[in-house]
């Protein structure tokens, strides 16, 4: 395993949480018994939590043990609350963003962290921007969509613009639809959705302009951006086709997209998470060695962080540089 690692895809579950709220909405609170914690929702138990999780010393005794020099927090994506009232989710991302911060400043240097905001009031997620910055974290985590909108509805555009005025890092992780797929096992149907879930939010952040339209904006996708590596191939071939719409008053991809979708694509980050060898062959054709970043999804994920990087065999030392910490300092914006 190498050195000087920087895990990008990490979560964090406050153990304060839900914050002092209460009503109608179902607020989810960490039940710590023992040695066991859960995350539990309406009185049910939803998803066993490991210590790091919640635990800062445990969370740095395992960095240490895995070869970790720097984790990047964020809340465990369960605990976006996008269906939550408005007001009520402004007050859990204000009282989560503080919690990452303290966590950060308590972490010995060997924390970053990554704040929430309300994305189903847009306004206000993108006022809550400037609180994340002056707070000191390097960006947010966001859905990849919100209560059934996709991100690349035009209604975020102000959100996208404000983050890359601020310079402020954006993690795209998946899960926040879960589209009915008839699978009844609760955890395949999970593994089934969300390399979709993710890869067609990004591919919508690129066909609608985002991307072309904010340059400055830092991207990263959880979980290799999913289906995406699979989605770039026919975007580019329908941005080459001659093919004109039937309609035509409709534009033509290339009317609308100078570059290829690709070429869009590796201007993103993704992390490494995606569990074969050939599989992380196609991230480095796809994005290229600049654009992979190191993402274990601690403490709910099965491998070590970097995993795959040993699976892969003999990579050359200055690709090992680039995936391990190099492109995460590129896109946190941290000093080389």
């Not at 309406?42 to 720097?70: H, N």
């Not at 639809?177 to 699978?183: E, N, S, T, Y």
């Not at 534009?251 to 980050?269: I, K, N, Q």
């Not at 060695?289 to 892969?312: A, E, N």
């Amino acid at each position: 395993m190498v050195n000087q690692m920087i895990d990008v895809h990490t979560h964090v579950v406050p153990p304060e949480i839900p914050f002092g709220l209460s009503g109608s909405y179902p607020w989810q609170s960490l039940d710590r018994s023992g040695e066991e914690a859960w995350l539990c929702r309406g009185g049910r138990k939803t998803r066993a939590v490991k210590p790091g999780g919640y635990s800062l010393a445990e969370r740095l005794d395992d960095m240490r043990e895995a070869g970790v020099e720097i984790q990047v927090l964020s809340m465990m994506p369960a605990l976006l609350n996008y269906e939550a009232p408005a007001d009520e989710a402004a007050h859990f991302c204000s009282r989560t963003n503080e919690w990452i911060a303290d966590q950060v400043a308590s972490g010995l240097g060997k924390l970053v962290g990554l704040g929430v905001v309300p994305m189903q009031e847009p306004d206000a997620a993108t006022q809550m921007l400037g609180e994340v910055s002056a707070a000191g974290l390097r960006g947010v985590e966001i859905g990849s969509s919100v209560a059934g909108v996709p991100l690349c509805d035009a209604r975020y555009r102000s959100f996208f613009a404000e983050a890359a005025r601020l310079d402020l890092a954006l993690f795209v992780h998946a899960g926040q639809g879960r589209a009915p797929l008839g699978i009844t096992w609760e955890t395949a149907a999970a593994a089934t959705s969300l390399p979709n879930e993710i890869g067609a939010a990004l591919a919508g952040l690129i066909i609608e302009g985002i991307v072309r339209d904010f340059p400055r904006l830092r991207i990263c996708a959880s979980h290799g951006a999913g289906s995406l590596v699979m989605i770039l191939p026919r975007l580019d071939r329908t941005w080459r086709s001659d093919h004109r719409p039937v309609d035509r008053r409709d534009l033509h991809l290339m009317d609308v997209l100078p570059e290829t979708p690709s070429a869009y694509a590796r201007r993103m980050w993704v992390d490494c998470l995606v569990f074969a060898p050939a599989a992380f062959r196609h991230l480095e054709q796809t994005y290229g060695t600049s654009q992979i970043v190191v993402g274990s999804d601690y403490p709910f994920g099965p491998d070590l962080p970097g995993l795959i990087l040993d699976q892969v065999g003999s990579l050359p030392s200055d690709m090992l540089e680039q995936v391990t910490f190099r492109n995460a300092r590129r896109f946190l914006g941290l000093p080389d």
